[in-house]
T-cell receptor, first 116, second 112 residues
Framework: DADVTQTPRNRITKTGKRIMLECSQTKGHDRMYWYRQDPGLGLRLIYY???????NKGEISDGYSVSRQAQAKFSLSLESAIPNQTALYFC???????????????FGPGTRLTVL | KNQVEQSPQSLIILEGKNCTLQCNYTVSPFSNLRWYKQDTGRGPVSLTI?????NTKSNGRYTATLDADTKQSSLHITASQLSDSASYICVVDSNSGYALNFGKGTSLLVTP
């Protein structure tokens, strides 16, 4: 979805390096998410944020940190990258609604990260 | 433990043919079930979302069904096109609004 952009799209780094992945959205959504996708596995939630001051850990937050700089920007950092963090990373957004029944999430194009 | 199982893992069909993908889930509580299409190198895109009270929903040539009693869903693709080649992911929302349970996906290849 062009309304959700991620940078960089591809990144190769070495073990121990600090890496930041950035996500920006123009959809005006309050909620933002970071997922990782590994071959043969479903997407797994790393962190999520319901607004600038509300950040929560997801299923697999160890080794990651996030920053919600503004409503439209949500960054994911790997403080000291390790090879098993090699994966496809997706940012997603959703709108806060009165009911959660249709909390549709819109995904960015993904960042392919390789840690050597 | 919440689980979403999809079958088959992969599927090859001829252009113009129909196919049905399956999803079984053990997620509780249940809020809604979604089907996403993910093209290679792209993010997932929503096809349908169904709540507990909905048992079928269509989006063009895509028709999803839901049986909440047996905890099964299917995605039927009619008159397949080459552009349908993608991974199709079943996702169950356990009424959290954020913690989605993702299946591993079915990889569909449509050949000429």
């Amino acid at each position: 979805d062009a309304d959700v952009t991620q940078t960089p799209r591809n990144r190769i780094t070495k073990t121990g390096k600090r890496i930041m992945l950035e996500c920006s959205q123009t959809k005006g959504h309050d909620r933002m998410y970071w997922y990782r996708q590994d071959p043969g596995l479903g997407l797994r939630l790393i962190y999520y944020s319901f607004d600038v001051k509300d950040i929560n850990k997801g299923e697999i937050s160890d080794g990651y940190s996030v920053s919600r700089q503004a409503q439209a920007k949500f960054s994911l950092s790997l403080e000291s990258a390790i090879p098993n963090q090699t994966a496809l990373y997706f940012c997603a957004t959703s709108e806060r609604t009165g009911t959660e029944a249709y909390n549709e999430q819109f995904f960015g194009p993904g960042t392919r990260l390789t840690v050597l | 433990k919440n689980q979403v199982e999809q079958s088959p893992q992969s599927l090859i069909i001829l252009e113009g043919k129909n196919c049905t993908l399956q999803c079984n889930y053990t997620v509780s509580p249940f809020s809604n079930l979604r089907w996403y299409k993910q093209d290679t190198g792209r993010g997932p895109v929503s096809l349908t979302i169904m709540t507990f009270s909905e048992n079928t929903k269509s989006n063009g040539r895509y028709t999803a069904t839901l049986d909440a009693d047996t905890k099964q869903s299917s995605l039927h693709i009619t008159a397949s096109q080459l552009s349908d080649s993608a991974s199709y992911i079943c996702v169950v929302d356990s009424n959290s609004g954020y913690a989605l349970n993702f299946g591993k996906g079915t990889s569909l290849l449509v050949t000429p």
